[in-house]
């Protein structure tokens, strides 16, 4: 009995040691695959918290999904005269939405959050209203925007792990990845051809291998904060920290730890025969047209499952490798849609026949030549 009480406490504590195997100074934080949402590092991850301009990222996300990348947006003088980290735009001028989306997030423009509120909205206020119906829409409960810029103010809040899957969101978007992932880059103003040079604050880009963005942020109320993410082997990772001294040091922590436990790993085969046909009485095999992969811990092995949707009866003619239907295969929480295909060619019922009717043909011409 003293031997197995002194198992159990070992067991525990080796237990606690693996699984906080590293401390961040962040007051709060959160680590994730973007791919799955497994949350894979949390420190009161689930505690509300200003969160400076890492706001802009649900500002980006509301403009791409809700307005044009083609738009002019022209600048208000509301707009022009915000506080903070600029992109010093000035009232009157005209500049492209996806340019003024980079000097939101290299630059960290309030003046540019401002504008692209008020293009796709009409006003602040209700633009910061639709930024929190997407972030309550998306599972991201504990959230509320009161402006598009990150600037402090009662019931401005997140959390990190609210933070984490907005961002997990955003990054669906191609746009938003192109544009978070630039380090520099001039843009021009429409109104008179002048050019502005963007430089992104975000170092992990400089510095982390593997780095594809997100934001930084900072206010002195809200404390150092930043959302980062990164890509290695096809296992995408995303870290949030609030309120964090040491940022730089406590995403490399977490995004190498997060690298080291988890990799990309075949769930179902191309070619995998998921169900057993018939075409009239042709024997067929219904396979998947392509493999589906999912991120797991090392080690383990993905449950994949899968739903079909065929048709009850097929009937030739089928080519071989023509689609009879597609499948829902759902690994890690995440669903995809596969085309399922006919593995073998199957003849129809009249070209059925007319071979049936040549042979029959050719066999009286064999037994007429013998009777000559």
Known sequence: MKKMLIFCIMALVLHSHTAFAYSVSAEYACCMIAETGKVVYEKNAYSRHAMASTTKIMTALLAIEQGTLDDTVTVSKNAAGQEGSSVYLRAGDKINMKNLLYGLMLNSGNDAAVAVAEHVSGSVEQFAAEMTEKAHAIGAKSTQFKNP????????????????????????????????????????????????????????????????????????????????????????????????????????????????????????????????????????????????????????????????????RLAGPLDEGEKIGYAEVKTGGNVKTVDVLCDRAVVGELKRDRIALREAFLKMLGFWALMR
Not at 171 to 194: D, M, R, Y
Not at 297 to 308: N, S, Y
């Open 149 to 312: 810029n990150g600037l402090d103010a009662d019931g401005h809040y997140t959390t990190a792990y609210d933070l984490a899957l907005i961002t997990r969101e955003a990054l669906k978007q191609p746009a938003f990845k192109e544009i978070v992932s630039t380090k520099s880059i001039h843009v021009p103003l429409e109104n008179n051809g002048s050019m502005l040079y963007l430089s992104n604050h975000n170092k992990m880009l400089q510095y982390y291998k593997g780095a594809t963005g997100v934001k930084t942020g900072f206010t002195k109320a809200t404390g150092r904060c930043l959302v980062s993410s990164a890509e290695r082997d096809g296992v995408e990772v995303i870290a949030v920290t609030l309120n964090a001294p040491d940022d730089w040091n406590d995403h490399t922590k977490m995004l190498d730890d997060a690298f080291e436990k988890y990799e990309r790993v075949q769930a179902v085969q191309q070619g995998m025969v998921v169900k057993e046909l018939s075409a009239g009485e042709t024997p067929v095999n219904a396979v998947l047209a392509e493999e589906v992969s999912t991120v797991c811990r090392k080690g383990t092995k993905p449950q994949a499952d899968i739903t079909l949707h065929l048709a009850e």
